[in-house]
């Protein structure tokens, strides 16, 4: 089965950090890029990060800039969110998804999402 899933959300304080998992299984996890989203309650879904399959690079959204990191692990299938110093409106449920066409997280391509985890940034 062809499937991502997220792990790693919860509960954290202003100017915490939290690291978040997104584990392929069932499709190449190298051929395919890996977009980073979430949505806030009553907002749109927005953009993070796109780690794309074309040239292995990742781009970030301009606000996300500076406090969250990607990584991965191949041998593992397995991309991170590394997100630090988190505000309240990080509050948010945060998906991750493949795009196995384009390999530049095409919105149209995006065709393989997580369940996403919960993230709440509270005090």
């Known amino acids: 089965e062809v499937q991502l899933v997220e792990s790693g959300g919860g509960l954290v304080q202003p100017g915490g950090s939290l690291r978040l998992s997104c584990a392929a299984s069932g499709f190449g996890f190298d051929d395919y890029a890996i977009g980073w989203f979430r949505q806030a309650p009553g907002k749109e879904r927005e953009g993070i990060s796109c780690?794309?399959?074309?040239?292995?690079?990742?781009f970030y959204a301009d606000s996300m800039k500076g406090r969250f990191t990607v990584s991965s692990d191949n041998a593992k299938n397995t991309v991170y969110l590394q997100m630090n110093n988190l505000k309240p409106e990080d509050t948010a449920v945060y998906y991750c998804?493949?795009?196995?066409?384009?390999?530049?997280?095409?919105?149209?391509?995006?065709?393989?999402w997580g369940q996403g985890t919960l993230v709440t940034v509270s005090s």
């Open positions: 998804a493949a795009d196995g066409v384009s390999g530049t997280c095409h919105r149209g391509y995006l065709d393989i």
């Open positions: 780690m794309r399959s074309t040239d292995g690079r990742t």
